[in-house]
T-cell receptor, first 114, second 111 residues
Framework: SQTIHQWPATLVQPVGSPLSLECTVEGTSNPNLYWYRQAAGRGLQLLFYSVGIGQISSEVPQNLSASRPQDRQFILSSKKLLLSDSGFYLC?????????????FGQGTRLTVV | GNSVTQMEGPVTLSEEAFLTINCTYTATGYPSLFWYVQYPGEGLQLLLKATKADDKGSNKGFEATYRKETTSFHLEKGSVQVSDSAVYFCAPFSGNTPLVFGKGTRLSVIA
């Protein structure tokens, strides 16, 4: 069966510190991977998506970057966090087959920048 | 790319009331349509889906019908419960296009 792991679950970081959130998928190959951010009381904002190793598309230019060093690993990073980076970050994957199938989500990381 | 317009929340209902959350979309090609639910502090999980015109997705008493002519996928439930309190997201998906969501509708059901 397929599984998605996202960690850490919660994180409190000072302004100006770096960030690394990791997401890994099990039980599938060549998934399309996504990072979303959800600000308090707001909808889901697509940050990055990837259709393969080293292939990253950025939807919103901002203080974050993403990398996909392995087929089933997707990392969200920042060199210097801003207060506005606080939010709930979600990783998701869909099969990379081009079919219109459902997405599977991690449990999320709640990031508070102080 | 795809886009979604979802009715603004929050929606507050009494237990056993009828629920409708409107969703209209624009999409590339012939998308499948999904409703996801997010309970407090959790990620999203699939609630129901429909893959072609006139299909009705259903789960846990919720229903939505794929209306291609009106590009809509409205979510309904005849009698809501307190446990249905959550945020609901509508999403069209067309294969390798970016997966985008509506802004979400927060539902609060009071006893």
């Amino acid at each position: 069966s397929q599984t998605i792991h996202q960690w850490p679950a919660t994180l409190v970081q000072p302004v100006g510190s770096p960030l690394s959130l990791e997401c890994t998928v099990e039980g599938t190959s060549n998934p399309n991977l996504y990072w979303y951010r959800q600000a308090a009381g707001r909808g889901l904002q697509l940050l990055f998506y990837s259709v393969g190793i080293g292939q990253i598309s950025s939807e919103v230019p901002q203080n974050l970057s993403a990398s996909r060093p392995q087929d089933r690993q997707f990392i969200l990073s920042s060199k210097k966090l801003l207060l506005s980076d606080s939010g709930f970050y979600l990783c998701a994957w869909v099969p990379g087959t081009g079919e219109n199938t459902e997405a599977f989500f991690g449990q999320g990381t709640r990031l508070t920048v102080v | 790319g795809n886009s979604v317009t979802q009715m603004e929340g929050p929606v507050t209902l009494s237990e056993e009331a009828f629920l409708t959350i409107n969703c209209t979309y624009t999409a590339t090609g012939y998308p499948s349509l999904f409703w996801y639910v997010q309970y407090p502090g959790e990620g999203l999980q699939l609630l129901l889906k429909a893959t072609k015109a006139d299909d009705k997705g259903s789960n846990k008493g919720f229903e939505a019908t794929y209306r291609k002519e009106t590009t809509s996928f409205h979510l309904e439930k005849g009698s809501v419960q307190v446990s249905d309190s959550a945020v609901y997201f509508c999403a069209p998906f067309s294969g390798n296009t970016p997966l985008v969501f509506g802004k979400g509708t927060r539902l609060s059901v009071i006893a």
